[in-house]
């Protein structure tokens, strides 16, 4: 399991990070456990004063979650993460 807070500044996203259509979702805080199951509270790109819920339902993966006041709140499963 890891949990984290932040991003690593170290973190290469390449040249098209600085384009301003490109909304890149940073992570305040995360847990991530070994069998691809992980909580997420990630920056939005949206600043909702209700919450906007959301999901995703797949063979392979799932997410769901939820965005208000400029943060998304997620869980999310990958069968083939691999920590």
């Known amino acids: ?5 932040g991003t690593d500044r170290n973190d290469a996203y390449g040249n ?3 384009d301003p259509r ?3 979702s940073r992570p305040f805080f995360k847990i991530i456990f070994n069998n691809g199951l992980g909580f997420y509270i990630l920056n939005s ?3 909702n004063y209700l919450p906007k819920f959301y999901g995703t339902f797949n063979k392979t993966f799932w997410e ?3 965005r208000f006041a400029g943060l998304t709140f997620e869980v999310m499963w ?3 993460f691999k920590k």
């Not at 399991?1 to 807070?5: N, P």
Request: glycine share 4%; hydrophobic share 70%.
């Open 22 to 24: 490109v909304f890149i």
């Open 16 to 18: 098209w990070a600085d």
């Open 45 to 47: 790109f949206r600043f």
């Open 1 to 5: 399991m890891i949990i984290k807070f």
């Open 78 to 80: 990958n069968k083939f």
């Open 64 to 66: 769901f979650g939820f």
